[in-house]
């Protein structure tokens, strides 16, 4: 669908803007007109009722690791995989127009980033405040007009909220890296033969002795490449039955499509999530 008010198409990410997800969004698809919600469960609804034609969605963190709600959206979201991205993540400490660096007492942001920037934040004696967002943590920051106040957030945000940048990449870590994927109402299958491809796909294993170490035999015999597994609970049972799995190939590679056919003797419904384009971060 297009925007009534911008005639482009849109694209929606959780958080405000100036979030990591907006920028990754403006990075790769500067047509689509950038829609902001307020949970990922809101960002799934846009897409699915065609508020939206796409959605971006973290779903790794190189640090903080996966970003739990996503896996328990994605089966039953009717959603597909048809992009990733790789963003590293960037975090600069914001103030008001004016404000200097040794005025700060107060810092705010999502509690991930603020576990993230705690070097800065000892060396500095700052205090901690959780905000609910990073950017949002900006736009707070800029509504208060007090220079005693900071936020760490993304680049993108300074330019939004009309905020000074007091210290720049203050993260701890440089090398940290969250992963997104791009969701469509449409199963659009990335080429065979046409570079690295990824598929990512779910399964609940039989309650049988050795089921899953049988479900993933394929895998290897066939000399296919498992990038991801992770299990976690359905229905809310403890027995950690369902799993997303990713792999290196297209399904049409013979390999790949002995090792899916092998799984589904142990399995029950397996269900190809996407089959997309391997973003040249990994090579």
Do not use: W
Request: hydrophobic residues 40%; negative net charge.
């Amino acid at each position: 669908m297009t925007s009534p008010s911008s005639g482009r198409p849109r694209i929606a990410y959780q958080g405000e803007p100036g979030a990591n997800s907006h920028a990754v969004c403006s990075e790769h698809y500067p047509d689509h007109e950038a829609l902001p919600c307020a949970s990922f469960e809101d960002v799934f609804a846009a897409v699915s009722q065609g508020e939206a034609d796409l959605a971006m969605i973290p779903i790794d963190n190189s640090i903080a690791g996966r970003v739990a709600d996503i896996h328990h959206f994605l089966p039953d979201s009717g959603l597909h995989i048809i992009a990733e991205h790789f963003l590293r993540i960037r975090f600069h400490l914001l103030g008001v127009p004016g404000a200097s660096l040794d005025q700060v007492r107060t810092v705010l942001s999502h509690v991930h980033a603020l576990g993230q920037c705690r070097k800065v934040i000892r060396e500095h004696g700052l205090v901690p405040q959780i905000s609910g967002d990073t950017a949002g943590a900006a736009r707070e920051v800029a509504e208060s007009g007090d220079p005693t106040q900071a936020a760490i957030s993304p680049p993108l945000a300074a330019e939004i909220y009309g905020l000074e940048i007091l210290a720049e990449d203050i993260e701890d870590e440089d090398h940290n890296t969250t992963r997104f994927v791009v969701l469509s109402r449409e199963f659009v299958q990335a080429p065979a033969g046409n570079g690295p491809v990824v598929t990512s796909f779910i399964f609940n294993v039989r309650n049988l002795p050795a089921a899953l170490y049988k479900a993933l035999g394929g895998f290897a015999t066939n000399g296919v490449n498992m990038t991801k597994l992770e299990s976690y609970m359905v229905g809310g049972h403890f027995s950690a039955t369902q799993f997303l799995a990713e792999v290196d190939g297209h399904p049409d590679d013979i390999g790949l499509a002995r090792a899916l056919e092998e799984l589904r003797f142990f399995t029950t419904d397996v269900k190809i999530l996407g089959v997309y384009p391997a973003d040249s971060f990994r090579s």
